[in-house]
């Protein structure tokens, strides 16, 4: 194999130059020296929307910044100041990734007709169901008591006060 030859000018990317520029912690920026776990308002800057301590390469704190940060969110956590975990509802795809992609070729959803439930129908030959009658705790009315018990009728052999007022 032949000597390859050197480029002159062309260096290649050293690890500096991939990063960029170091961030800068907020610790330092606003000269904070002690991190208090009732502070809730500075530790949710280091705390991801779904509860978690977020990196010092994020957060650009040094080790004993992240350190500090670290127990006081968890002593924040554990004095119930900040959650364990924050759950945020999305929807993901799964195991088999999109439901549209099914082998059954079903129409979507939208397109599908909706299925309503049968109605009972009663056979032709059966009589209707009656709906059975509440038990009655009222005073039974002048046909019922009629059938259930004979009530005293006037007899013609007894004078009524209409007939002995004349």
């Not at 280091?46 to 994020?58: G, Y």
């Not at 554990?78 to 195991?95: D, H, K, S, V």
């Not at 439930?117 to 009663?122: I, R």
Request: no cysteine.
């Amino acid at each position: 194999m032949p000597p390859t030859k050197k480029r002159k000018g062309v260096k290649a990317p050293s690890s500096d130059a991939r990063r960029g520029k170091k961030k800068v912690s907020i610790l330092t920026q606003e000269k904070i020296d002690y991190i208090d776990w009732k502070d809730v308002n500075l530790l949710r800057r280091f705390v991801s929307d779904r509860a978690k301590i977020r990196a010092r390469r994020v957060t650009g704190n040094s080790a004993q910044q992240q350190r500090d940060v670290a127990m006081a969110i968890k002593n924040a956590r554990e004095m119930a100041l900040l959650p364990y975990t924050n759950r945020i509802t999305t929807q993901r795809g799964g195991r088999g990734g999109d439901r549209r992609s099914r082998d059954d070729n079903r129409p979507p959803r939208e397109d599908r007709p909706v299925k309503k439930d049968p109605e009972p129908q009663q056979a032709q030959s059966e009589a209707p169901i009656e709906a059975e009658e509440p038990i009655n705790t009222e005073v039974p009315l002048e046909a019922e008591a009629q059938t259930s018990a004979p009530q005293p009728t006037e007899t013609p052999d007894e004078p009524t006060t209409e007939e002995t007022a004349e």
